[in-house]
């Protein structure tokens, strides 16, 4: 079974930076995608990043285009997510998630990384 572990939250000032990782094991690697997802209080969880290992496309909610940016290192098994000018909007619980086909149907998840950005 694949395992996630999310990490690299803490508090940041509006404007900061921030680098979440999300490390996986467990399972063969091919034709994959991992997600990232968040979810702050009061709210329904919403989809942040993708990245599509199979051809390397990736996808951005509106919300944080031009502001975060996705990679992964396929040495490490880790994918990050680099988070720029940070508002406190962006404040939630981030998760990570793992598709074994694309963006979509996703079937593990971490146990994720709290990030919480003040104004």
């Known amino acids: 079974e694949v395992q996630l572990v999310e990490s690299g939250g803490g508090l940041v000032q509006a404007g900061g930076s921030l680098r979440l990782s999300c490390t996986y094991s467990?399972?063969?690697?091919?034709?994959?995608?991992i997600g990232w997802f968040r979810q702050a209080p009061g709210k329904e969880r919403e989809g942040v990043s993708c990245i599509n290992n199979s051809d390397g496309t990736t996808h951005y909610a509106d919300s944080v285009k031009g502001r975060f940016t996705i990679s992964e290192d396929n040495a490490k098994n880790t994918v990050y997510l680099q988070m720029n000018s940070l508002k406190p909007e962006d404040t939630a619980v981030y998760y990570c998630a793992w598709s074994a086909t694309d963006c979509t149907n996703y079937k593990h998840w971490g146990q994720g990384t709290q990030v919480a950005v003040s104004s």
């Open positions: 467990g399972s063969s690697f091919d034709n994959y995608a």
